[in-house]
Structure formats: C-alpha cells, structure tokens
C-alpha cells in the first residue's frame, strides 16, 4: 500500500473513533436532561422487586448520585472497555438484552438490503434494456415514487393484503419466513429508490461514452452492454449510497418491526423509553452509531482500491472524503 493511502486511512479511524465518542456524549446528555428521577421512578419502584442493597450497588455503578460529569466519565469508561452496564429495570446485563433480539433486527436489515438491492438493479436494467416506448419513463420514474410512500404505509398495505386476504402468513407469527419477507420489502423499497436513482445516473453517464458508442456499433445487444460494459463502472457510487443507507435501514426496522409485531430492538427501545431504562438506551443508541461509523469507514477505506480515479492524497487535502467527490462527480456529469 501507498504511505498516502496508509495516512488517509488513519485520519479515517481518527475521525470514525472521534464520531463514535461523539455520538456517546451527545446521546448521554440528552438522555441525562430528560425529566424524571430513574432511582425513583425504576429502582423504587416496588415492582421491580429491587432490595435496598442492589439499589445502593447500581447507584454506585452508575454514580446516580453525582454530577452528570461525572456520570458521564464513569459511563464513557465503561463502554470503552465493552462494557454496556446493567438494565435500570430487570437487572440483567444490558449486553444480554441487546444479544437477544440483535439477530432478528440484523436478520431484517439484511434482507430489505437485498430487495433494495435486487429491485435497483431490475430498475436500472430496465432502463437500459428496455426501448422508451416499453415502458422505460415508467421505470425512471419508480424511485420518486417509493420515496415518496412512507414505509410504514407500504408495510399496512402488504399485511392487508398478504396476510388478511391472502393468508399468506399470520400477523401473530411475525417472525415467520413470509413475514420477514414482506417486512423486509416494506423497509428496502425506500432505500431501493435511492440505489437506483444513482445508478440509473451512473449508467446514463457511461452509456453516452465512446467506449459504449464502439461496441454497440459492433453489434452488442443492450442486455450484454449493460452486463459486460456499463454494470462495473456505474456500481462504484452505489458502494456510497449502500453505506450512507444503513442508518435508514436500523432506524427503518425499528418503525417496521412495531407495525409487524416483530421482536427486535425496536420493541427493546419501546421498553426502555417508556420505564426510563437509561443504561438500555444509551447502548442501543451508541451501537447503532458505531455499526453506522464503522459501515461508512469501510466504504471509504475500499473505495480508492476499486477506482484508480480516486487518490486519498487529493482527497484529503481537499477535506472531502473521495466516496462523496466521485458520487457528486458522477451526478453532476449527467
């Protein structure tokens, strides 16, 4: 590897590390202002079972009873070394809870990521392939159109319609194949939209250069253009917009995952907010962050080992990360 290259990725780390504790103390301090005593309202509550001593020790751990400084410097360290605490309400580790129900949040995030991924290149290829006449406007105009539907909407709609009418599974197995199916759908057609739009622009862009214009005056049929020309170098923005879309994809499951009825860290956030489970929040909150930092640090650090036109040297003087310049050059070139 370059020593530019080498210098780019640790300014990369540096900067992803200093987002994550970023990220940390920012949700720290608006989760410590909310209103309300968690001791008094979780900890006493006497239905929660918790004894005198086990309160004095959560106290401690936490340091509930210092300033919010405070708080934070003992939080901050213990998340440093892994360690996300232990639930104000059902005194188990935090660690543990997350773990239950991250597999099935992970589970639909990764296949709506696969409809969104399929569905924009079906749409892109149509764009391609198909003549204008057949229908090819239509499809250009498809991704404003998922945008524009909420997911929630687009998830009432595919229960009605599979699972009331159709009865192709029960809203009361949420968990089910077909169901994970029509939720994952719900949640990849937005993020779909936004993979073909860059796409379509990318391959719209390559198809009007000389090397497209040569071999379709060899005969080369549009399916094969697409496939042996034109897919590879429109895909490279997509790298950006895959990882810009996995914020939307966590913070999407948790909305579908209450209209579905699914078990997942969205119902555990649901749980969390309404008894002021603090500790929970926190870590939800702050391992969203790093998933979303560290997906974006990959894409950055690949990128300029997939496009040659991509040099970290430039790109870091320029104080722009080079994912970004070439997808807004890529945009802008159309």
Do not use: C
């Amino acid at each position: 590897m370059s020593t530019s290259y080498l210098r780019f990725a640790g300014r990369r780390l540096a900067q992803a590390a200093a987002v994550v504790l970023l990220a940390y103390v920012f949700t720290f301090v608006v989760i410590s202002v909310l209103p309300g005593d968690p001791v008094t309202n979780t900890l006493r509550n006497p239905e929660n079972g918790f004894t005198e001593e086990e309160i004095q020790r959560i106290v401690a751990y936490y340091g509930l009873d210092q300033p919010v400084a405070v708080q934070l410097w003992q939080s901050l360290s213990h998340f440093l070394v892994g360690d996300l605490g232990v639930s104000l309400r059902s005194n188990l580790p935090v660690s543990r809870l997350v773990a239950e129900v991250l597999p099935s949040t992970l589970a639909l995030a990764a296949s709506a990521l696969a409809v969104a991924l399929v569905l924009a290149f079906a749409i892109a290829l149509g764009t391609q392939a198909l003549p204008r006449r057949y229908g090819q406007g239509v499809l250009r105009a498809l991704p404003s159109l998922f945008l524009s539907v909420p997911a929630f909407v687009v998830a009432l709609l595919l229960i009605q319609v599979f699972a009331f009418q159709l009865g192709l599974f029960r809203v009361i197995e949420p968990d089910g194949a077909w169901a994970t199916f029509f939720a994952a759908v719900a949640l990849g057609i937005p993020v779909s939209a936004q993979v073909a739009e860059v796409l379509i622009t990318g391959l719209d862009h390559e198809s009007r250069q000389e090397y497209a214009t040569v071999a379709r005056s060899r005969g080369l049929g549009r399916v094969r253009l697409f496939a042996r020309h034109l897919l590879k170098p429109s895909s490279l923005p997509v790298v950006t917009v895959i990882a810009l879309t996995v914020g939307e994809l966590l913070g999407g499951a948790l909305l579908i995952e209450t209209v579905f009825g699914r078990t997942g860290v969205g119902s555990l956030v649901q749980r969390s907010v309404s008894t002021q489970d603090l500790p929970v929040l926190q870590a939800v909150v702050s391992l969203a962050a790093v998933v979303f930092v560290v997906v974006n640090l990959i894409a950055d650090l690949v990128y300029p080992l997939l496009d040659p036109r991509v040099r970290p040297d430039s790109a870091g003087a320029a104080g722009r990360t080079p994912v970004v310049s070439v997808l807004e050059r890529e945009l802008s070139a159309s």
